[in-house]
């Protein structure tokens, strides 16, 4: 989580505020594994659907976008009528379907679905994760890549989600295996191939050679960028921790990117800070990196506050609504009766 906020300021800040500086572009290759992380950690330990999983997904989604977008949107736009004003109404309430949170939607399927390929994996646990790895893969990896198919070509689909949680159950099954891999090759892999991706694309910005270089490194589904997913996995995977404060803070590590991604809170919030200590111009951009990983920082513990600020609340309102859904699911018979 911490890498893709680092990520989202440079790619919806910094590189945006400079196009013509070629290197946050080309710095983006090696920073843009958080997403396929996340996923490939869900397929690691597996998703264990539940109704009170389920609402907190929904819950959190909906009290970190739609208070925020509201106000917004009838407070602090300025030059809309009244009425052009209570037209956005609606669609501020839509925080799953309507909102920018694209990665919220494609987790939450996968969510929901994950109860399906568990039990794919229970009839014959070696063969049939193999099976949805491959298959998966076939369709995003390779028809995504090389087709034009809009709804698989960048890894931000289902097809893409299946194919990582597969890999994930697949790692955590080899674990004794790469767990004894030397780290220093690891490490040196990881990093050289970070290097030669972003010197390369750096060296030949604008050429046919820098753009499918792009292709094969950047998108979700991209060969290159599984790789440097897969090779960072690995490396946290070998550390030893036993933390309960590590478990304390990872509890809200899907508030923190629901926070920082907030349409209002990354355009009226995080852009003006980050431009107004941008330093990439006059002192250089390893300065600049340094500010933004203390940026991130500051989003990081910022969004932790406040996500445990209302801990209390939210799990109050989680219960009730849990509560609630249980008993209509008990009275429709798709769940069992407890009592």
């Not at 404060?245 to 809170?265: D, G, K, Q």
Request: charged share 15%.
């Amino acid at each position: 989580m911490f890498m893709i906020i680092f990520y989202h300021l440079i790619f919806f800040i910094v590189a945006r505020n400079h196009r013509d500086i070629p290197f946050w572009h080309s710095f983006q290759l090696a920073i843009h594994t958080g997403v396929i992380l996340f996923v490939l950690i869900s397929g690691y330990f597996g998703i264990k659907t539940s109704t009170k999983g389920f609402v907190r997904l929904l819950l959190l989604s909906m009290v970190y976008y739609v208070p925020i977008v509201l106000v917004d949107n009838l407070i602090l736009k300025e030059g809309l009528t009244a009425a052009e004003k209570w037209q956005l109404v609606l669609p501020s309430f839509q925080a799953v379907t309507k909102s920018p949170y694209w990665f919220l939607r494609t987790y939450m399927w996968l969510y929901l679905l994950a109860p399906l390929a568990n039990k794919f994996f229970e009839a014959n646990p070696r063969r049939n994760k193999l099976a949805l790895l491959l298959i998966c893969g076939a369709i995003s990896l390779y028809a995504g890549y090389n087709g034009v198919d809009g709804s698989i070509t960048d890894g931000k689909n289902i097809i893409n989600f299946f194919f990582l949680y597969a890999l994930g159950s697949i790692l955590h099954d080899t674990y004794d295996k790469w767990s004894k891999w030397k780290t220093w090759i690891l490490l040196t892999a990881f990093l050289g191939l970070c290097i030669a991706l972003v010197y390369t694309h750096l060296r030949f910005d604008g050429s046919w050679y820098s753009t499918n270089l792009w292709q094969m490194a950047y998108p979700y589904n991209s060969p290159i960028l599984m790789v440097v997913s897969v090779l960072a996995f690995m490396l946290f995977g070998k550390i030893k921790i036993q933390s309960k404060a590590v478990n304390w803070v990872a509890a809200s590590t899907f508030s923190m990117y629901l926070i920082h991604r907030n349409p209002v809170v990354l355009e009226r919030v995080l852009r003006p800070v980050v431009t107004n200590t941008d330093v990439s111009e006059t002192a250089g951009i390893l300065p600049e990196i340094g500010i933004l990983l203390l940026l991130t920082v500051a989003v990081f513990v910022i969004s932790l506050v406040i996500d445990k600020l209302l801990d209390i609340p939210l799990k109050k309102a989680q219960a009730a609504l849990v509560r609630w859904i249980d008993r209509i699911l008990e009275k429709t018979g798709l769940k069992e009766s407890t009592h």
